[in-house]
């Protein structure tokens, strides 16, 4: 199990948001913001190797507009800190 976490955290962490401690029976955590310490959701260890990375990339327009991720915006931050033309891109057709 500690592979997969470890793959979860490095995941979320890209877009600037932490895995807490075990929410309920050590099957789901919470996703907390790096900026500020708010809870943004929930995630469970059940998912297949690979595929943490892959919904955190499917995301990255949602988090880069602000429509995912804390109302601080740390995520969206981070988003343009990755890659700022996707980032600008991203805002401007999901702000229509």
Do not use: K
């Amino acid at each position: 199990m500690g592979e997969i976490l470890e793959e979860i955290r490095r995941a979320y962490a890209t877009v600037g948001i932490t895995l807490d401690v075990p929410a309920a029976y050590g099957t789901y955590y919470r996703l907390l913001c790096a900026g500020c310490g708010r809870m943004v959701g929930n995630v469970g260890d059940r998912l297949l190797p690979g595929m943490a990375a892959e919904l955190v990339a499917e995301q990255f327009d949602l988090y880069a507009s602000g429509l995912l991720g804390c109302p601080c915006g740390h995520q969206s931050e981070r988003a343009r800190q990755l890659d700022a033309p996707r980032w600008q891109a991203a805002r401007q057709r999901l702000a229509d």
